[in-house]
């Protein structure tokens, strides 16, 4: 599994308490965060923006002037962080930004949805071989973290993981393991409630990928 230092973005829109919705417009026109962390004075964290508060702001009022209620999530530079607790992270806080903090409260980064999800593809499902398969279960009830644990649970690694699709409900993970043998995870997912649609072979499973990141695609431009 790749470090969640390789995911973390060093170059974001920041606001300060005094910043200027007019100065931070174009900054949100080259981004599509859906939120923006706020300083304060000191460049301690106090919390995050939602961008369309900013956008439907007064050009000439400054950020403290519109920033109702702040959201408050993040994660810390010392927590045991795994990359598969963003996307659960990204989907409770309806958020596709979430700030790196150190102990003292200064942004160290941020991990946005889309980045993450791009950088995974790229490196990780057509780069690495092992076994690949899609799996269902409701859009409220999966998680991330969870079908990790099931497949380390196994003696398996975790090579990628990706949302392919959250329709009618229902969410449609594809999902990578270093193991051959992938009877007994799918078993235990099973368990979990998790639906197994599809395994692949190792022998289709580079034409199938590339198939399917179509749906990644959509997904990415929602």
Not at 40 to 67: F, H, K, L, P, R
Not at 150 to 159: D, L, T, W
């Amino acid at each position: 599994m790749l470090s969640p230092d390789f995911f973390l973005l060093t170059d974001y829109p920041v606001c300060k308490l005094n910043t200027l919705v007019k100065d931070i417009l174009p900054l949100l026109e080259k981004s599509n965060y859906s939120h923006i962390p706020v300083v304060n004075m000191d460049e301690i964290w106090i919390g995050n923006i939602n961008t369309e508060d900013i956008y439907t702001a007064d050009e000439e009022s400054s950020i403290q002037d519109v920033m109702y209620d702040l959201d408050k999530f993040y994660l810390l530079e010392s927590s045991n962080l795994n990359p598969f607790d963003f996307f659960d992270l990204f989907s409770q806080c309806d958020t596709n930004m979430i700030p790196l903090l150190d102990e003292e409260g200064h942004i160290k980064g941020v991990y946005n949805r889309e980045y993450l999800l791009n950088e995974w593809s790229k490196t990780l499902f057509f780069e690495e071989r092992g076994t690949t398969f899609v799996i269902e279960k409701g859009y409220e009830d999966y998680s991330f973290s969870e079908i990790s644990q099931i497949i380390e649970s196994n003696n398996a690694k975790v090579i990628g993981l990706m949302l392919l699709s959250n329709n009618n409900y229902r969410a449609q993970m594809l999902v990578k393991t270093n193991s051959v043998n992938t009877k007994t995870i799918l078993d235990d997912l099973r368990r979990y409630g998790y639906d197994i649609v599809s395994t692949l072979s190792e022998d289709t499973h580079i034409n199938d990928l590339k198939e399917r990141t179509e749906y990644l695609n959509k997904y990415l431009n929602i």
